[in-house]
Nanobody
Framework: VQLQASGGGEVQVGGSLGLSCEGS????????MGWFRQAPGKEREFVAS????????WYASSVKGRFTISRDNAKNTLYLQMNSLKTEDTAVYYC???????????WGQGTLVTVSS
């Protein structure tokens, strides 16, 4: 699976931003997927994940209620809608194959989200 993330940018506190991750390869639609992020000076952390069928989703407590993960297997695309953004959401966001909260081997290149006050 090859992954290409896009949609990052700068937004003000309280604003919204949507990320996309386009996958290639025949296994994308059968792969559980997730978003992870790495803030400056911090370790990479789990944000959200979704099963291949979209039946189940998981969220980090810090983003639950503000972020929504979804996917469109017909388009081989994973999404992350981010609302009510906070300065602490500033990070490079990565899409990856994932099992619940654990990455499982394939990573996109990352897209920078900056939330300014």
């Amino acid at each position: 699976v090859q992954l290409q993330a896009s949609g990052g940018g700068e937004v003000q506190v309280g604003g919204s931003l949507g990320l996309s991750c386009e996958g290639s390869g025949r296994n994308f639609s059968r792969s559980a997927m997730g978003w992870f992020r790495q803030a400056p000076g911090k370790e990479r952390e789990f944000v959200a994940s979704i099963t291949w069928s979209s039946k189940s989703t998981w969220y980090a407590s810090s983003v639950k209620g503000r972020f929504t993960i979804s996917r469109d297997n017909a388009k081989n695309t994973l999404y992350l809608q981010m609302n009510s953004l906070k300065t602490e959401d500033t990070a490079v966001y990565y899409c990856a194959t994932a099992h619940v909260r654990v990455p499982s081997g394939y990573w996109g290149q990352g897209t920078l989200v900056t939330v300014s006050s």
